[in-house]
């Protein structure tokens, strides 16, 4: 299977703190994804980064692609309440066509 | 903008009846999948059509059926539901663009089975 983990499962913090989150994978990929999740809400698109790109930057949201070891982080910086949720990688592969394979999630709390 | 539509939101069957998980996409998007969530699992893939009239298999696809008779509409039949399809159920519309394809995701179905 594609699935990749994330580490940690779950992640507590203060506000204000930064918040960095991995995801690992286990054969090639065009792109990996990372997904929000509020609870009971579906999954929203946060950034995506391509296999030819190291580094890409959202607004407070920095994503790190490592293709030689096979992962990738998510770093959210001067987190907030608001930022408590799970999150998601998912990974295009080749040859995949239109499948997004999704780990298995970190769980963000965020405390004031 | 409505996005991706599942209906209903909350279901308690009883093992053994039948169900279809309604899902619609006002996007415009060919390719469409069903997910479903359980804890410590991730999202696994069920089935999703590459457009109407053609569907697949994903990695989970047993005990579902699928249909795709119009670009909008992805509904997710359970055939005789058991206890183990208890699980939160999400439909995905994808876009494709310059980098790749992303998406989007419906507000889920917990669906019970008693």
């Known amino acids: 299977s594609q699935q990749g983990e994330e580490d940690p499962q779950a992640l507590s913090i203060q506000e204000g703190e930064n918040a960095t989150m991995n995801c690992s994978y286990k054969?090639?990929?065009?792109?990996l994804q990372w997904y929000r999740q509020n609870s009971g809400r579906g999954l929203v698109h946060l950034i995506l980064?391509?296999?030819?790109?190291r580094e890409k930057h959202s607004g407070r949201l920095r994503v790190t692609l490592d293709t030689s070891k096979k992962s990738s982080s998510l770093l959210i910086t001067a987190s907030r309440a608001a930022d408590t949720a799970s999150y998601f990688c998912?990974?295009?592969?080749?040859?995949?066509?239109?499948?997004?394979?999704f780990g298995t999630g970190t769980q963000l709390k965020v405390e004031l | 903008n409505a996005g991706v539509t599942q209906t209903p939101k909350f279901q308690v069957l009883k093992t053994g009846q039948s169900m279809t998980l309604q899902c619609a996409q006002d996007?415009?998007?060919?390719?469409m999948s069903w997910y479903r969530q359980d804890p410590g699992m991730g999202l696994r893939l069920i089935h999703y059509?590459?457009?109407?009239?053609?569907?697949d298999q994903g990695e989970v696809p047993n005990g579902y059926n699928v249909s795709r008779s119009t670009t909008e509409d992805f509904p997710l039949r359970l055939l005789s539901a058991a206890p183990s399809q208890t699980s939160v159920y999400f439909c995905?519309?994808?876009?494709?663009?310059?980098?790749?394809?992303?998406?989007?995701f419906g507000q889920g179905t917990r669906l019970t089975v008693v």
């Open positions: 998912a990974k295009q592969r080749p040859g995949g066509g239109n499948k997004l394979t």
């Open positions: 054969t090639s990929i065009n792109n």
């Open positions: 980064i391509r296999s030819n790109e």
């Open positions: 996007m415009n998007h060919e390719y």
């Open positions: 059509s590459v457009g109407a009239g053609i569907t």
């Open positions: 995905a519309s994808i876009a494709w663009g310059g980098p790749g394809l992303e998406a989007f």
